[in-house]
Every structure is written in structure tokens, then in C-alpha cells.
Nanobody, 126 residues
């Protein structure tokens, strides 16, 4: 199993920045990618960013391209999400998640993730 603990959420004004962190522990040997997902009230959970832990290849939802950056530190098993130019529409609960073991290419779909953190709230005011 994989355990994930997010931190770094909070409240910020539009145009501001936040950096989310995700501490990863447990058996990650067969996990190929990690992601950040979010869910706003009344909306479905969506993948906003994903990273392949070996190559560092990243993928982003169109809504956050150019504003969000996902990164990882393999040595200490931490995944980050740097968020800039935040908008009120970015307000949501943000979750760190690990990909299904041995799976490739499913990083943009919510079912492609097997383990989740408890979430950290991001609120952007106008």
C-alpha cells in the first residue's frame, strides 16, 4: 500500500500562489506516475497534473497549463504542485494520488489512481 499526506493548502487572493506538498510512503516500487487531482463542490474529481516518477515527464489539464507545475523529489518521496496566477475557479479540495501499480498511460483519468491522500483545501477569492 501507499500512504500520502498533503500539506500547503490555504486561502489566497486571485493572482496569488500556493505550493502543495505530498509526502509519500509505503510500497511505491511499481508505481509509475503520481498526480494531483481536485474536486470542487458539485463537480467531479479531475486530474490537474501528473508526473512519471522515472522520467519526470509531466502532463497538465488544459485549465492549468502554464500556471501549475508538478515536480517530484525521488530521494525523499515528495511530490509538489506549484500553483501560480490562481483563479477563483481553482478553489477545490486538492488530492495527491499514486498511480495504479504497473499501469502506464492512465495518468489523465481519475480511475488511473489507486491511493489517495486526505486532501488539502485551496480557496481563491476574487
Amino acid at each position: 500500500q501507499v500512504q500520502l499526506v498533503e500539506s500547503g493548502g490555504g486561502s489566497v487572493q486571485a493572482g496569488g500562489s500556493l505550493r502543495l506538498s505530498c509526502a509519500v510512503s509505503g510500497n511505491t516500487n511499481r508505481v509509475n506516475y503520481m498526480g494531483w487531482l481536485r474536486q470542487a463542490p458539485g463537480k467531479e474529481r479531475e486530474v490537474v497534473a501528473a508526473i512519471y516518477v522515472g522520467s519526470g515527464m509531466t502532463h497538465y489539464a488544459d485549465s492549468v497549463k502554464g500556471r501549475f507545475t508538478i515536480s517530484r523529489e525521488n530521494a525523499d518521496k515528495t511530490v509538489y504542485l506549484q500553483m501560480t496566477s490562481l483563479k477563483p475557479d481553482d478553489s477545490a479540495m486538492y488530492y495527491c494520488a499514486s498511480g495504479r501499480p504497473r499501469v502506464w498511460g492512465d495518468h489523465l483519468r481519475t480511475p488511473g489512481y489507486a491511493y489517495w491522500g486526505q486532501g488539502t483545501q485551496v480557496t481563491v477569492s476574487s
